[in-house]
């Protein structure tokens, strides 16, 4: 309970340390957003998109699940995407996976996780698109930390094809997608700079939309 009761001293003090420097910061930050990004990220405690960015309340949209997926028929990370692109217009959009992630090591064993087995088989989907690139890896840690990138790389082609993205780049050339890891064991950010022209080349045809 102890615990419990001092988030609500860091709040005050949160409260405090922003007054200090800006009487007006709460009248600002309650006037409305327009932040510039849209961060997907894993649900992990360890990786807080603000903090790791160095963000200031107001400057990213953030949806975060288990492993930074992005499932097609998944209408809350859906919904994020449409109104941070459409509404917010969002300039960036990125995915950020992180190295020892859970999700993606449960799903490279076989345990049975109950109602998180649909959700890691999304997982196991990217392994067997990209499974002779995986295999060919040896080490079962270099392998995962393969696999953790290669998630973030399917996620974001996952976001590239939904229509509102499509349209709006059409139309702005906006929002840029961008694919990211973050190391636990450094605490830096690596941006994968993911060749989405290479990849998307010869399956454009497939997704692209009548816009
Ligand atoms: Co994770």
Same mark, same amino acid.
């Given at each position: 309970? &102890? #615990?419990?009761?001092? =988030?609500?001293?860091?709040?005050?003090?949160?409260?405090?340390?922003?007054?200090?420097?800006?009487?007006?910061?709460?009248? #600002?930050?309650?006037?409305?957003?327009?932040?510039?990004?849209?961060?997907?990220?894993?649900?992990?405690?360890?990786?807080?998109?603000?903090?790791?960015?160095?963000?200031?309340?107001?400057? +990213? /949209?953030?949806?975060?699940?288990?492993?930074?997926?992005?499932?097609?028929?998944?209408?809350?990370?859906?919904? +994020?995407?449409?109104?941070?692109?459409?509404?917010?217009?969002?300039?960036?959009?990125?995915?950020?996976?992180?190295?020892?992630?859970?999700?993606?090591?449960?799903?490279?064993?076989?345990?049975?996780?109950? $109602?998180?087995?649909?959700?890691? #088989?999304?997982?196991?989907?990217?392994?067997? =698109?990209?499974?002779?690139?995986?295999?060919?890896?040896?080490?079962?840690?270099?392998?995962?930390?393969?696999?953790?990138?290669?998630?973030?790389? &399917?996620?974001?082609?996952?976001? =590239?094809?939904?229509?509102?993205?499509?349209?709006?780049?059409?139309?702005?050339?906006?929002?840029?997608?961008?694919?990211? +890891? /973050?190391?636990?064991?450094?605490?830096? $950010?690596?941006?994968?700079?993911?060749?989405?022209?290479? =990849? $998307?080349?010869?399956?454009?045809?497939?997704?692209? $939309?009548?816009?």
């Amino acid at each position: 309970m &102890e #615990r419990y009761r001092q =988030i609500f001293e860091n709040n005050k003090k949160w409260v405090e340390s922003k007054l200090i420097h800006d009487p007006d910061y709460f009248l #600002r930050l309650s006037a409305g957003q327009s932040p510039d990004f849209l961060y997907i990220g894993c649900a992990d405690s360890r990786v807080p998109a603000n903090e790791i960015m160095g963000l200031e309340p107001g400057e +990213v /949209f953030v949806h975060r699940n288990v492993a930074n997926l992005v499932v097609n028929t998944d209408l809350n990370v859906h919904s +994020v995407i449409e109104y941070a692109v459409e509404h917010l217009k969002v300039k960036h959009v990125i995915v950020c996976g992180h190295y020892g992630c859970g999700g993606v090591n449960a799903a490279m064993s076989s345990r049975d996780l109950g $109602l998180l087995n649909p959700w890691l #088989r999304e997982i196991r989907d990217v392994f067997r =698109i990209h499974r002779n690139e995986l295999m060919a890896i040896e080490d079962e840690q270099e392998r995962a930390k393969r696999l953790v990138e290669l998630n973030v790389q &399917e996620q974001c082609v996952r976001v =590239i094809k939904t229509a509102v993205v499509q349209k709006r780049y059409l139309k702005e050339g906006y929002p840029k997608v961008h694919g990211w +890891v /973050f190391d636990l064991h450094d605490g830096l $950010l690596k941006d994968l700079h993911i060749p989405f022209e290479q =990849i $998307l080349e010869g399956i454009r045809e497939i997704y692209r $939309l009548e816009v």
